[in-house]
Each structure stands twice: as C-alpha cells, then as structure tokens.
C-alpha cells in the first residue's frame, strides 16, 4: 500500500475555502451580500428562463432548483474524472448555495427579502409553498434546507482535508 504525503498547499485552499463558508454562515441573512450570491443568483434565474415550457410551479421552482443543481452537476464532474479535491472544494459552493437557498425559503411569510423586478414580482418560496398548502411550514422548509447545507459544507472540509493527502510515488 502506497504512503500517503499531505499536500499543505491543498491543505491550505480547504481551510481558506471553509473559513469562508463558516463567514458566510455567520453572516447569512436577508441584508447579508457576497460575491458568491451574485453567482448563485445568475444560475437561479436561469433555472426560471431555462423551463419556462413546463408550467409556472415548475419554472417557479427552477430557480432555486438550478441555483442547487448547477454546483451539484460540477462536483459530480470532478468526482466521476477522479479529480476528488476539486469535487470535494465544490461541494462547498453546492453547501453554500443550499443556505441561500434556504434563506430565501425562510423569507417566504416575512417577505422582507429584495427581489430583483422589485415589489410587482412573485416570491418564489410564497408561491412554491402556498401552493403546496404548507405556507405556515416555511421554517421547517428553510430549517431542512439549512441543515442538508451545513451537512453538505462539513462533508466538504472532510472531503477536501482528506484528499488533501496523496500518494507517494518512488522516484
């Protein structure tokens, strides 16, 4: 079996990488804005112009779907081309996201959230949840979704910490 050596400079990037995710934990809220949230916001709206053909709950419920899949498609790539460190470092842009997501879920009784298109346009998680007659859950929704979040993020730092060590190989 082959000797395992730390890569310090991978090692490095994971702790940075957490570190921000851990900032932005602290710091989500419905005033809190990063540079990621305009990335995550990009990929949500896309989801709502990509599947305007399947209904309005469905293209309703793109958004926030494609904000979630869109890391989740690039992490699996990495992982399939064997390329563990970078899948295990987008994870945790797909853990991030799902707290975004999960505050936008949280928002959807207080409605406190700016929305691009302003006061005239639909709140996504108010309509999703209204129409599934469990408006009056949005917490345990946003909560769930919060939770998986951090779960994603923390499997994340041991992913990346773990494939931060890679085989020697004799010269």
Do not use: C
Request: a neutral charge.
């Amino acid at each position: 079996m082959a000797a395992k050596k730390l890569n310090h400079y991978k090692l490095a990037a994971a702790l940075i990488v957490f570190a921000y995710a851990l900032y932005y934990i602290s710091d989500a809220s419905i005033s809190g804005w990063h540079l990621i949230d305009g990335v995550n916001l990009m990929f949500h709206e896309a989801g709502h112009a990509i599947i305007f053909f399947l209904g309005e709950f469905v293209q309703i419920a793109a958004g926030s779907l494609f904000q979630i899949l869109i890391p989740a498609i690039f992490a699996a790539y990495f992982f399939i081309h064997r390329q563990h460190f970078s899948g295990s470092l987008v994870l945790f842009w797909l853990g991030q996201s799902l707290v975004n997501v999960s505050i936008y879920a949280g928002d959807a009784i207080r409605l406190q959230l700016p929305l691009l298109g302003g006061d005239s346009v639909i709140h996504d998680w108010n309509y999703l949840l209204s129409n599934l007659g469990i408006l009056q859950h949005a917490d345990k929704v946003s909560g769930g979704i919060y939770f998986l979040g951090l779960i994603t993020i923390f499997a994340a730092l041991a992913l990346s910490v773990f494939f931060s060590f890679e085989n020697k190989t004799k010269s």
